[in-house]
């Protein structure tokens, strides 16, 4: 079956450092790719997403490529903040079919230090 | 526009207990969706109703839980009776046809 798999974490940084989380998946088709972020206390925010390859979701300052070659859809920012702590999670959904839902990874847990 | 809304937040039940979760997704969203992270682990699907309708049930763990979505408005899930690896969180998320999810907060339950 569908499946993603994420750098395990916990994650921890100083301000400003570049951050890279891992992200690849498996899949019989072609699935939209997603990032999706959990601040303290709130529910899982969608992040960004890619829906073929080589697009490039972008928001906040975050960025990721859907690279089908590598089945991989890594997370990056160059500089973090101390308010992107948070959890982030990687998933997918296939793009057609009956199967609506999301299939995520395991999620990365990122503190960032002032 | 209020967002996807999840009650209680938080619930601590014994083995044996009955427990319901309630989630109202924003309206106008016919797909409900309900996930489940345990322990740390990836988030789950559940299930999937559109409007008042089951969709998607395989992801449900087995006959202990029932959902509803009366109206195809608000839905709930029930857990009875509970056991101890039902702790987790509980995650709701609503969408337009074929649309980003938007997911509510959650509610962290837990069995002793």
């Known amino acids: 079956g569908d499946s993603v798999t994420q750098m395990e974490g916990p994650v921890t940084l100083s301000e400003e450092a570049f951050l890279t989380i891992n992200c690849t998946y498996t899949?019989?088709?072609?699935?939209?790719l997603f990032w999706y972020v959990q601040y303290p206390g709130e529910g899982l925010q969608l992040l960004l997403k890619a829906t073929k390859a080589d697009d490039k979701g972008s928001n906040k300052g975050f960025e990721a490529t859907y690279r089908k070659e590598t089945t991989s859809f890594h997370l990056e920012k160059g500089s973090v903040q101390v308010s992107d702590s948070a959890v982030y999670f990687c998933a997918l959904r296939m793009a057609s079919g009956s199967a609506r839902q999301l299939t995520f990874g395991s999620g990365t847990q990122l503190t960032v230090l002032p | 526009e209020a967002g996807v809304t999840q009650f209680p937040s938080h619930s601590v039940i014994e083995k044996g207990q009955t427990v319901t979760l309630r989630c109202d997704p924003i309206?106008?969203?016919?797909?409900l969706y309900w996930y489940r992270r345990v322990m740390g682990k990836e988030i789950k699907f559940l299930l999937h109703?559109?409007?008042?309708?089951?969709?998607?049930e395989s992801g449900m763990p087995n006959n202990r839980f029932l959902a509803e979505r009366t109206g195809g408005t608000y839905s709930t899930l029930k857990v009875q009776p509970a056991e101890l690896e039902d702790s987790g969180v509980y995650f709701c998320a609503s969408s337009p046809l074929g649309n980003t999810q938007y997911f509510g907060p959650g509610t962290r339950l837990t069995v002793l």
């Open positions: 899949a019989t088709g072609y699935p939209s």
């Open positions: 309206s106008g969203h016919d797909n």
């Open positions: 109703f559109v409007k008042e309708s089951k969709q998607d």
